[in-house]
């Protein structure tokens, strides 16, 4: 945030998180059509870097760089930034099934599309497993088609739940969506792959992975000194004789 006067460590901490979450929310909205999927503040000594990740980067730019532009300019003077101060850059998502956040906002567009609900859910998550996801989980709650609210729950593959591993593995994201009948809540959660390199999926290993090796090829005794050592015993006794 802007340089303030010199404040407690508390209310530094609540003043970033309340940035972040304005923030958030600010770009959610803005961004959601061009698959925003989360944001990066950076404070350096010189200026805050904010980086917003989508997956097209293209559309968040806009002709000329003239739409990150204009969310600068708001950006500086909703939280009061001084002039130059505050740098707003885009960054593509690498593998956006394994996003969650921008598969909500594919699902939530589907909805209010007028696709069915059903068939939505489906073609999200079959793009997902596709894209090398581990498992994948979508649920869906509210007026669905009756005048009865319920909630529908489509689940595919593998998931964990809890441990230190969720942290690292499973990327999950809500939605409201405001349909003519009344809001529709939509959660989805991804459970990505183990990638070596961390570009994909988390570099840490999951800790229940068991490896079995191949097993060793057994190489057969070599007989050939007991033989020699009968030979020599051989011929010593025709020596004698």
Known sequence: MAQQAQISKKRKFVADGVFNAELNE???RTLGEDGY????????????EIIIRATRTREVLGEKGRRIRELTALVQKRFGFPENSVELFAERVENRASCAMAQCESLRYKLLGGLAVRRACYGVLRF???????????????KLRAQRAKAMKFKQGYLISTGEPKKHYISEAVRHVLMRQGVLGIKVKIMMSHDPEGKMGPKMQMPDKITVHEPKEEVPPMMGPPEQEQHAEYNNEEATA
């Not at 999927?37 to 805050?48: D, F, H, K, M, S």
């Not at 581990?134 to 709650?141: A, F, R, W």
């Open 37 to 48: 999927a989360g944001v990066e503040v950076r404070v350096t000594p010189i200026r805050t």
């Open 128 to 142: 997902i497993m596709e894209n090398g996801a581990t498992g994948v989980e979508v649920i869906i709650s509210g």
């Open 26 to 28: 600010f770009l959610g």
